[in-house]
């Protein structure tokens, strides 16, 4: 069992910038690689940004030029710094853990086996 603890969301104005932090504890070792995923009311969880434990990103067309995630293996915590933000940002932010082959599909929610309870972001305009 792994357990993720997200922090740092909030409320900021389009253009502004925040940083999440995802912290693992429990059975890290067996991790492969981690992500960022949002989703808003009513529609599917969707990948914002992915990284293996080895270095390899992954990231949504979306966010591409204005996120960056990054991870302190010492220190077991994965991180997204969410600048340029726009309202359409605007979600609740899950931290997932999972195991397995890194691929095309690391975008995918069902690739990951252990998720946090979610921080939440909101832009507005």
């Known amino acids: 069992q792994e357990q993720l603890v997200e922090s740092g969301g909030g409320s900021v104005q389009a253009g502004g910038s925040l940083r999440l932090s995802c912290a693992a504890s429990g059975n890290t070792y067996s991790t492969h690689y981690m992500g960022w995923f949002r989703q808003v009311p009513g529609k599917e969880r969707e990948g914002v940004a992915v990284?293996?434990?080895?270095?390899?990103?992954m990231y949504a067309d979306s966010v591409k030029g204005r996120f960056t995630i990054s991870q302190d293996n010492a220190k077991n915590t994965l991180y997204l710094q969410m600048n340029s933000l726009k309202p359409e940002d605007t979600a609740m932010y899950y931290c997932a853990a999972g195991r397995g082959i890194w691929g095309p599909l690391m975008l995918v929610p069902s690739k990951y086996n252990y998720w946090g309870q979610g921080t939440q972001v909101t832009v507005s305009s």
């Open positions: 990284i293996h434990r080895f270095g390899a990103s």
